[in-house]
DNA sequence: GGTCATGGCGTTATCTTATTACATCGCCGG
DNA sequence: CCGGCGATGTAATAAGATAACGCCATGACC
C-alpha cells in the first residue's frame, strides 16, 4: 500500500477522515460505475485514478506523472497520463480545475456534474460544493440568453476558514 | 486604422453593433479610468487593449502577440504581451477565460467584476454576463463554508443560440 | 539643473502544460 | 484464424507562461 503524505499522524489525517479508506471507497465506486456503463477502467486508468485521489487535492498533470513513473519504474510519457485523465474526466471520476490546470477526484461520481469549487489560494486545497442554487441561477440566466449549457464551470478562488485563521 | 476582420459587411458587424466605434468606447473608458486611479494605460498597454478588444471574443495571448509583432513590424517577447495583459486584467479591463487560457476585453471595466461568462463551444464567441442570482448564491455558499472570497469565475460552456440554429 | 528612485520595457532563456502523428499491442466478434 | 477497434507506447513539438537581468524614461525631491 502506498503512503498518504498526508497521513503522518495516522490514519486519521488532516482531512479530518481516513484517507486511506477515503481513496480504497473512491476507486470502489469507480469500479462499480464503469462496470456499469461498460467502460474500460483498465490497470493504467485505476492507477492515474489513485494518484489523483492520493494528494486529495488539484494536482497537475506532469506531478501525477511524476507519480506514476515513479511507481512503475520508468520513465512515463505525458500522453499516457493525459489520456487517462481524459477518460476520467469524461465518465465523470475527475475534475479539472481550469483555472489551476489541476485535476481532483471527483466526490460524486455518477451523480449530476456541476463543477463547483471553492479553490483557496492559500493552501491550494479545493473543496467541491454543488449548490442547487448556483445550478438554477446559471440555468436561468443560461435560457434568457438561449444558451444550451454543456458544461458549467464555477471555481470560486479565495481563502479557506482554516487559512483565515492562520493569518488573521 | 486597423481592418476588423468581422465588419467585412461593413461597420455593423455580425455582432449587430457598430464594432468599430466599440473599440473606440472601451478604450475611452480605459482612458477615463486610468485616469481617475492614477494608473498608466501606457502606449503599448493600450495598443494591447485595443488588439484585444479588436476581434471581440476570447484570444490567446500569443494571438495577440503576433497581431502586436505585426503592427509593430518587429518581434515582440512574450512577456511584453502578458505584461500587459496583467496590468489590464489587474484594473477590471479585460478579463481572463481561464477555461480557455484567453484573453477578452470586459464590457463593463469600472462596475463589479464578477467575471461570469457565456462560453460557445462552436463559435468560440464568450459573452459576459454578470447575473445578480449566481453572485448571491455564490456568496450564501461561500459564507456557509466560512469561505472568503476573492475572485468567483464563472464560465459556462455550451452552445450560444446562433450555432444552435445553424446545426439543429 | 542634478540626482535618485520607481516603474515600464527589452532580451534571453527556460519552464510548464498539452497535443499531434504514427507505430504497436491485445482483446473480442465473426 | 483474422480483421477491427480501442488502449498504450514513442517521439517530437506546439502552446502557454515565467524567471533573471538590465536599460531607460519619468517624476519627485533637493
Known amino acids: ?60 498533470a506532469y506531478a501525477i506523472l511524476e507519480d506514476l513513473s515513479q511507481r512503475e519504474g520508468k520513465a512515463t510519457a505525458p500522453l499516457t497520463v493525459y489520456r487517462a485523465l481524459e477518460f476520467l474526466v469524461e465518465h465523470g471520476l475527475v475534475h479539472r480545475i481550469e483555472s489551476l490546470n489541476a485535476y481532483i477526484g471527483c466526490a460524486a461520481p455518477g451523480a449530476v456534474h456541476s463543477g463547483q469549487f471553492l479553490v483557496c489560494e492559500t493552501c491550494g486545497n479545493a473543496v467541491e460544493i454543488d449548490d442547487p442554487r448556483i445550478r438554477a441561477a446559471i440555468g436561468t440566466i443560461a435560457a434568457e440568453h438561449g444558451f444550451q449549457v454543456s458544461r458549467p464551470t464555477v471555481e470560486v478562488r479565495g481563502t479557506c476558514t482554516d487559512c483565515q485563521e492562520k493569518t488573521p
Open 1 to 60: 500500500m502506498t503512503v498518504d503524505p498526508h497521513s503522518t499522524a495516522g490514519p486519521a489525517s488532516r482531512h479530518g477522515h481516513d484517507h486511506a479508506h477515503c481513496i480504497a471507497d473512491a476507486l470502489t465506486r469507480a469500479d462499480a460505475l464503469c462496470a456499469e456503463r461498460g467502460a474500460r477502467l483498465t490497470a493504467l486508468r485505476r492507477q492515474v485514478l489513485e494518484l489523483v485521489w492520493n494528494s486529495h487535492k488539484p494536482r497537475g
